[in-house]
């Protein structure tokens, strides 16, 4: 029996990821950066066992059914490659997020399953290694083997598509991220469809390849001059360049509700009335606001004048993932 279990903390894109250049090695088309955060995180436990005769899947102690399985299949198929003798696995993973936030926990999940192998056949993969490898299982996860910001390297093949940490002198520590969770009554559309559809058919996908090199040299500049101002204009800005892209696409799409649409205009009276805080948005009506630490209880007094206290939720930067000790 091979056993590990690791942590892994969700991250939220400051420049996204939208768009692949190539689906089956999960290439992106633009470099990102992320911030990781604290409150989200998946704990995953990995079994290889000579004795089992399939792959078994449990996400929150409930048995799950053949298609979450053999998504995890697949990604254990390009574990097993780096075995002498492949063996299935039971995989137990337990999402730390609040019930029904309808929080993609795809990038936390994955990060975790990723190291829970490496630390399950030890195989002694680097954190860069790790990092290639969750990016296979989503490409958000390769992001979340880091802490504080990190950035994905698109590179140009799998050897070179990996994430790393950015030094910020702690810069880090002085941002806070405040989840507004908004019911979705919209049909869902994937990120990975999401992107597709964006990537074949959107008059606007160009402007986005070209433009996100500029917004990440702006990003990366705000985060060396410690400058909360442009760090927060340059993520909306690039969270509402991403956005317009869907509603170029055949068929057009939004992962906008009428609620993310509220949601964004307290923010901006927010800042108006010398609150500064910052808006960004992923693939889904959830809208997650940038502040500073220190002013974080201000800002969620204000959203739960807007909002019910159990839809918003405070999460700090978070830590690397880490492996944890599991009895064998
Ligand atoms: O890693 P995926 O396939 O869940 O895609 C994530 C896409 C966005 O969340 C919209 C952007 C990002 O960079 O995380």
């Not at 075995?83 to 993973?93: G, I, N, W, Y």
């Not at 507004?180 to 999401?194: A, F």
């Not at 159990?310 to 978070?318: H, K, M």
Request: charged letters at 25%; aromatic letters at 8%.
């Amino acid at each position: 029996m091979h056993k590990g279990t690791a942590r892994a903390y969700t991250n939220i894109a400051l420049i996204k990821y939208w768009g692949k250049k190539d689906d089956a090695l999960i290439l992106p088309m633009n470099n990102s950066l992320s911030l990781t955060l604290d409150a989200f995180f998946t704990d995953t436990t990995v079994t290889f066992d000579e004795q089992y005769t399939k792959d078994v899947f449990y996400l929150d102690t409930v048995l799950q059914d053949e298609k979450a399985t053999a998504k995890v299949s697949r990604f254990l198929d390009l574990v097993r490659e780096k075995m002498d003798r492949p063996l299935f696995a039971t995989v137990e993973s337990i999402n730390h997020v609040p019930t029904a936030a309808g929080l993609a926990s795809s990038a936390s999940g994955l990060a975790a399953l990723a190291l829970a192998c490496n630390e399950a056949l030890r195989l002694n993969l680097s954190k860069t290694e790790v990092s290639r490898l969750a990016r296979r299982g989503s490409g958000s996860a390769c992001r979340s083997i880091f802490g504080g910001f990190v950035e994905w390297e698109q590179g140009t093949d799998d050897l070179s598509s990996f994430a790393r940490p950015i030094e910020a002198d702690r810069f880090e520590d002085e941002l806070a991220m405040v989840f507004i969770l908004l019911n979705d009554k919209q049909k869902d559309v994937s990120s990975r469809d999401g992107m597709k559809r964006t990537v074949d058919t959107s008059a606007f996908y160009p402007a986005w390849v070209n433009t996100a090199g500029e917004d990440l040299t702006l990003i990366k500049q705000a985060i060396a001059e410690k400058s909360f101002t442009k760090l927060g204009e340059v993520t909306e800005a690039n969270a509402l360049k991403m956005h317009a892209t869907t509603l170029a696409a055949t068929p057009p799409f939004t992962y906008w509700s009428p609620e993310s649409l509220r949601a964004m205009e307290v923010v901006k009276s927010l800042r108006k009335d010398g609150l500064e805080c910052y808006f960004t948005m992923d693939a889904g009506p959830n809208v997650k606001v940038l502040c500073k630490k220190q002013d974080r209880q201000q800002i969620i007094a204000r959203l739960t004048q807007e909002f019910s206290a159990e839809q918003i939720i405070c999460a700090l930067t978070g830590p690397d993932a880490h492996s944890i000790e599991t009895e064998v």
